[in-house]
């Protein structure tokens, strides 16, 4: 479709985001919105609050929590929450927690698929979630480039990348059998340059660890490890101080921080324009094998 | 409050495609875009290096940066869709990615389906192929107007101006059959950087921009005023007794408070009384804009419904021709499938399949049963009417994808045609203004003289303008009987039947108006150059346009009739219906009514057809005609 000279790229990505969110309301029986807390779910949840103004958002969000988020993210969490008025909808595989699982003891593969995957099949399942809206973006990841913006996922929540509808100009097919599901992400097509462009327009709020300051770190496989929430040390390892700041969020043992001094929206901007590895860099989680981020989609994994 | 950011940082948005096999380069010149616009970040690159590495590659391989699935690296093949992004400080760019093989035409069509432009890949040693070929005409078919012709590889046939010329007049002719007259054609080397972000120190002979530069300057944000307001309803948002809201992402056309639109398929006329945008009341709204509408009346409007133009409404229709193509692996068996057309989404069945298109040839053929990657033509009927337009006027009304109900699978994309159902309809290209310098007029060998001498009559346009109802059309018609009768060859131009066929693509807003009169005028020129006398039956409105008509046509052979009767005579007369509907409100932008009409200030000729009779006024047409020397004295017997 042409645009109008006056319309911004941003002014683009967000009426073809608030399109899809619209579509999705309006085709799925039951839908959620995946609330991950960091910055794409904040963006995400904002798009969703100006598709349906002045009225609410018409569905719950919904946190899959591992129990070993950052204390500033539970913080931020339901402060965001209880302010827009959202239904959040916490959940978490507590035997799972219970049993003590955790990256350290049983690697990253399993305790990602018993905290996260597994925990996020179940809790579609138990709510009846017949879409699931998500924050992953193309450009995070070679895999996801790949992904339509609706995926399609069989019973178990399986993605098959061979065999994907093919989706043309923005016709959407949502349609699937009782227990099929579609995964749904509104914001593919934005980077994550757009992001905080449209966190600064918009003044969306975030976690405010996305800003520098100085922190307790260790320096672990090249990446920043913060050992304030008790991070195990192997032999040799010392804690520093370090001003650094988050560029993604996810689990405290398995998020690494970078070197920075941006303390505000537009030098984190000027800051991304220079910066030259990607975000998930940071994700101890994606480099654990050749694919990995296609196998844990194939598995269910957003 | 926010601080301003630099202002480079608003940019607009390119989408293109494109297609091409790993052995055309076009991994590596994806991979060379993205790394010389600094899009690729040095883990990805580590990653690529350790894969090729794994894999044996000889080198890196930057198509191992692309290729996204686990299969693709091992096989070495691109299999799907991938969507890239990346910017300049002009623009942000989305490029879809798609494999350029035979059997992956419904992946070229999927990515070709939302750009704006196409990079069409080929290796300077190999040429057009096939898959060349097939991925303009996909790309044109789906509604793309910028074809880029990418000749790769120029470092291996020795930076060869000639053979970039070859390969670039075999495109353009091709190309013009495919009704896109000026694609840009680019030699380049991917590998070596050569014009693809900075212009190549080999090859000075070439004098157009690299890649990059191209991809920043087309022109994406042109033709929108003139389209027409579509708006189809996505969903209604209720929040409480006091606000009703269509949700929806306008397709076309200009939305505004105070607005009249037309509700279809309903076919209910509606005021618009707010836009909203999140917590911004807009004061107007353009396409792509996602917004909800509040309107003034209490209707029933729900998802599936449109609101369009009144004057320039959809075709509510429950049988369309389109083109079709097939994209599920098994063939199409049975006849009653879902169609999604924009937000409606109804039971149709596939009366009739009509033919098939050869995307390498252009030909048509025998029809078969569409199966995987089969393009064609086919006869739909909707089981419910459906508002929709031809895929040429508009890609979101214009089109639908047909869903299995049973296994729920996309089945195959559709194009909407024109009533007629010509495929080239697709194809054509709206007009764009050519750079006139490059045309060069071919003189003729036959005078103006010696035509006039052969009709006895120097050849005139008589323009005749007036209100609807005024008495254009009864005089035009009877002066040409008087002209023919007496000898003349004489020949009228009249708005209705220009309409039907030359300008059937064109409305009633002014820039459409103002196209539909420059078209006639010239026309008439062309009579005028062939010796006719023109009588030409035209509101046209505005004196701007008939000015125009004036330098079209020439002083000399421009003669402007003011056909004069007042607005309630008009009115009175009104043969065709059209005062009515326009004062009912159905008929938007009516001369007299709803549009203005600017009087000719000094016309060659005033006709008053309050007082004076059609013969009376055809009497006075030929007067001047004769004193003015146009006819000779003798061949106009007085009856």
């Not at chain 1, 599901?181 to 509104?186: A, C, G, K, M, Q």
């Not at chain 2, 680019?186 to 900075?198: E, F, H, K, Q, R």
């Not at chain 2, 045609?417 to 310098?437: C, K, T």
């Not at chain 2, 421009?558 to 005579?569: N, T």
Request: glycine fraction near 8%; hydrophobic fraction near 40%; aromatic fraction near 6%.
């Amino acid at each position: 479709m042409r645009s109008h000279p006056r319309h911004s790229h941003l002014d683009l990505l967000e009426a073809e985001s608030i399109h899809i969110i619209r579509e999705v309301v309006a085709e799925m029986d039951h839908p959620v919105m995946l609330y991950s807390v960091g910055k794409d779910s904040s963006v995400m949840v904002h798009l969703a609050r100006k598709a349906f103004s002045p009225g609410r958002i018409p569905f719950p969000l919904l946190h899959v929590d591992t129990g070993m988020k950052f204390p500033e993210m539970y913080e931020f969490r339901d402060r965001f929450c209880r302010e827009i008025g959202a239904d959040l909808r916490v959940f978490r595989n507590e035997p799972a927690i219970e049993s003590g699982v955790n990256p350290w003891d049983d690697g990253t593969i399993r305790c990602c698929a018993q905290l996260k995957t597994r925990a996020l099949l179940e809790a579609l399942a138990q709510g009846g979630f017949d879409a699931a809206m998500g924050g992953a973006r193309r450009e995070e990841e070679r895999s996801r480039a790949k992904e339509r913006v609706y995926s399609f996922r069989d019973i178990h929540g399986q993605w098959d990348p061979r065999n994907q509808r093919p989706e043309l100009w923005s016709l959407y097919n949502g349609r699937h059998n009782p227990g099929e599901s579609i995964r749904v992400f509104p914001i593919s097509n934005w980077t994550e340059f757009d992001v905080w462009l449209y966190v600064h327009r918009e003044r969306i709020p975030v976690v405010p660890m996305y800003f520098a300051r100085k922190r307790r770190m260790v320096v672990s496989h090249g990446r920043l490890i913060p050992v304030e929430l008790g991070t195990r040390l192997s032999e040799g390892q010392e804690a520093v101080d370090i001003v650094c700041r988050f560029r993604t969020l996810g689990c405290h043992p398995c998020t690494g921080a970078v070197p920075s001094s941006a303390r505000t929206v537009p030098q984190i901007l000027r800051e991304l324009a220079s910066v030259r590895y990607s975000e998930r860099i940071t994700r101890l989680i994606d480099h654990d094998q050749d694919g990995s981020m296609e196998q844990k989609k194939r598995e269910g994994y957003f | 409050m926010a601080k301003p950011l630099d202002p480079s940082l608003r940019t607009d948005l390119l989408r293109f495609s494109t297609a091409g096999s790993v052995d055309d380069g076009k991994s590596t010149l994806i991979g060379r875009l993205l790394l010389d616009c600094r899009a690729v970040y040095e883990d990805h690159l580590a990653a690529m290096a350790a894969d090729s590495r794994r894999l044996n590659r000889e080198a890196t391989d930057l198509a191992l940066l692309t290729d996204g699935l686990k299969a693709e690296r091992e096989q070495g093949i691109t299999i799907d869709v991938a969507y890239r992004h990346f910017a300049t400080p002009r623009r942000r760019f989305i490029i879809a990615d798609t494999p350029g093989h035979e059997q992956y035409t419904r992946n070229m069509a999927t990515g070709a389906s939302t750009s704006s432009l196409a990079v069409i890949l080929v290796d300077a040693r190999q040429g057009l192929l096939t898959q060349s070929r097939r991925h303009a005409f996909i790309s044109v078919l789906l509604g793309i107007r910028h074809l880029v012709l990418a000749v790769n590889k120029m470092d291996l046939v020795d930076w060869s101006r000639e053979v970039f010329e070859r390969l670039r007049s075999e495109f353009i002719a091709f190309a013009g059959r495919l009704g896109v007259p000026t694609p840009a054609c680019i030699p380049m080397s991917a590998l070596l950087g050569d014009n693809v972000v900075t212009l190549s120190p080999h090859m000075s002979w070439y004098e157009g921009v690299p890649l990059v530069a191209h991809l920043e300057n087309v022109p994406v944000g042109s033709n929108d005023e003139e389209s027409l307001l579509r708006l189809p309803v996505q969903t209604v948002l209720r929040p409480g007794k006091d606000y009703r809201g269509l949700a929806g992402q306008l397709a076309g056309g200009r939305l505004e408070p105070g607005q009249t639109v037309l509700v279809q398929p309903a076919g209910l006329h509606a005021t618009v009384r707010s836009i909203r945008l999140g917590d911004k009341v807009l004061s107007q709204a353009a396409p792509p804009s996602s917004v909800a509408v509040e309107i003034e009346e209490d209707l029933d409007i729900g998802r599936g419904a449109l609101l369009s133009d009144p004057a320039r409404p959809a075709r509510v229709t429950d049988r369309v021709r389109a083109v079709l193509l097939w994209m599920s692996a098994a063939p199409m068996v049975r006849k009653t499938w879902l169609a999604k057309a924009a937000t409606r989404t109804v039971r149709c069945t596939v009366d009739a399949v009509e033919c098939r298109i050869d995307p390498d040839t252009l030909t048509t053929g025998e029809a078969g049963t569409p199966d995987l990657n089969w393009i064609g033509r086919v006869a739909i009927r909707f089981h419910e009417p459906v508002a929709c337009d031809s895929y040429a006027r508009n890609r979101t009304t214009g089109s639908f994808v047909l869903i299995d109900p049973l296994a729920n699978d996309t089945v195959a994309a559709g194009m909407i045609l024109d009533d007629d159902g010509h495929i080239e309809g697709l194809l054509q290209a709206r007009p764009s203004p050519q750079p006139e310098r490059l045309l060069t007029p071919e003189e003729s060998l036959v005078s103006a003289d010696e035509r006039s001498l052969l009709l006895r009559q120097r050849p005139v346009t008589l323009w005749l303008t007036g209100l609807s109802g005024s008495g254009k059309s009864t005089i035009a018609k009877a002066l040409e009987r008087r002209l023919v009768d007496s000898g003349h060859a004489c020949y009228v131009l009249d708005g209705d039947n220009v309409r039907r066929g030359l300008n059937r693509d064109l409305g009633f807003s002014p820039a459409e108006r103002s196209e539909n009169i420059r078209r006639v005028a010239e026309v008439a020129a062309l009579m005028n150059d062939a010796g006719l006398i023109v009588v030409t039956a035209f509101i046209s409105p505005y004196t701007q346009d008939r000015a125009q008509a004036a330098r079209s046509i020439g002083a000399e052979r421009f003669v402007e009739v003011f056909v004069d009767a007042p607005l309630p005579l008009c009115e009175a007369r009104d043969p065709k219906g059209l005062y009515r509907k326009a004062r009912e409100g159905r008929l938007a932008e009516f001369t007299g009514i709803s549009a203005p009409y600017e009087s000719p200030t000094s016309p060659a000729l005033r006709l008053d057809t309050s007082a004076d009779s059609v013969v009376g006024c055809v009497e006075r047409i030929v007067d001047w005609l004769l004193s003015g020397g146009f006819l000779a004295a003798r061949s106009v017997d007085r009856t």
